[in-house]
């Protein structure tokens, strides 16, 4: 009897540099997982904490800290607040990568009363207005004036017997704190000029003194605190505060 032929079991054989590289293969792969998910991590943390710094930047208004001598921390504080819910009104209508030139855009809008009625009917400055109405510092911005049958312009005394005027209105109080503390703080002589006109000749109106500053000054001058500070109280809230009469 012929004997059965058995065919010797064929089998892989790794060599000693093959076996290290099938156990490195799993390792490898996971380290290009957590080398990916890294840098997705990193990559997020850097945009939070970019968009945080953004938004700090931006609430960051200052722009009534010159009037520091003037007023209280309080008083400041107030100023700046409304300076911000201003500024952030307005660069959803004017906007421009450079905000100086979107105050000087709403000034324009001024000249012609041609101004988007949405600047005006939002919540938040209504809600600034109605604080800053009780406050103090509001008498030491405005008063309230008359016009008279013959034009000249009167303060409105607060005796009850007196006959109501034909017309009263909000105006920046020329002998107040605020005015003569804007003065007094200006380093700009063309400004400074403009506010002892504004303090000097009564009942200027609001769109002769908008043509004054967009045809007077450059528009790198509406970069400054000053510019933008007197724009947001003396313009904006002023004209705002007797819409809402």
Same mark, same amino acid.
């Given at each position: 009897?012929?004997?059965?032929?058995?065919?010797?079991?064929?089998?892989?054989?790794?060599?000693?540099?093959?076996?290290?590289?099938?156990?490195?293969?799993?390792?490898?792969?996971?380290?290009?997982?957590?080398?990916?998910?890294?840098?997705?991590?990193?990559?997020?943390?850097?945009?939070?904490?970019?968009?945080?710094?953004?938004?700090?930047?931006?609430?960051?208004?200052?722009?009534?800290? &010159?009037? =520091?001598? #003037?007023?209280? $921390? %309080?008083?400041?504080? *107030? !100023?700046?607040?409304?300076? +911000?819910?201003?500024?952030?009104?307005?660069?959803?209508?004017?906007?421009?990568?450079?905000?100086?030139?979107?105050?000087?855009?709403?000034?324009?809008?001024?000249?012609?009363?041609?101004?988007?009625?949405?600047?005006?009917?939002?919540?938040?400055?209504?809600?600034?207005?109605?604080?800053?109405?009780?406050?103090?510092?509001?008498?030491?911005?405005?008063?309230?004036?008359?016009?008279?049958?013959?034009?000249?312009?009167?303060?409105?005394?607060?005796?009850?017997?007196?006959?109501?005027?034909?017309?009263?209105?909000?105006?920046?109080?020329?002998?107040?704190?605020?005015?003569?503390? &804007?003065? =007094?703080? #200006?380093?700009? $002589? %063309?400004?400074?000029? *403009? !506010?002892?006109?504004?303090? +000097?000749?009564?009942?200027?109106?609001?769109?002769?003194?908008?043509?004054?500053?967009?045809?007077?000054?450059?528009?790198?001058?509406?970069?400054?605190?000053?510019?933008?500070?007197?724009?947001?109280?003396?313009?904006?809230?002023?004209?705002?505060?007797?819409?809402?009469?």
């Amino acid at each position: 009897m012929k004997k059965k032929e058995t065919k010797p079991n064929k089998k892989l054989r790794l060599s000693p540099c093959s076996k290290s590289l099938s156990i490195f293969k799993p390792a490898q792969s996971l380290a290009k997982t957590v080398a990916h998910n890294m840098k997705k991590l990193l990559s997020l943390i850097i945009l939070t904490i970019f968009f945080s710094f953004k938004s700090q930047c931006q609430e960051k208004i200052n722009y009534a800290n &010159l009037l =520091e001598k #003037c007023f209280t $921390q %309080n008083e400041i504080k *107030l !100023l700046n607040n409304g300076c +911000e819910i201003f500024e952030n009104e307005i660069l959803k209508i004017y906007t421009n990568e450079n905000i100086g030139i979107s105050y000087k855009e709403f000034l324009e809008d001024i000249q012609t009363m041609q101004i988007p009625l949405e600047v005006f009917e939002n919540k938040k400055t209504t809600e600034y207005m109605n604080n800053l109405k009780k406050s103090e510092l509001f008498n030491k911005i405005w008063k309230i004036y008359k016009k008279e049958i013959n034009t000249e312009i009167v303060v409105i005394s607060n005796d009850d017997n007196e006959s109501k005027p034909e017309e009263e209105y909000f105006q920046i109080k020329r002998d107040g704190k605020y005015l003569n503390c &804007l003065i =007094e703080n #200006c380093e700009n $002589q %063309n400004l400074k000029e *403009l !506010l002892k006109a504004i303090k +000097e000749v009564p009942d200027i109106n609001p769109a002769i003194l908008a043509i004054a500053l967009t045809n007077e000054f450059k528009e790198e001058e509406f970069n400054s605190n000053i510019m933008r500070l007197i724009i947001a109280i003396d313009f904006y809230y002023e004209l705002k505060l007797n819409l809402m009469k």
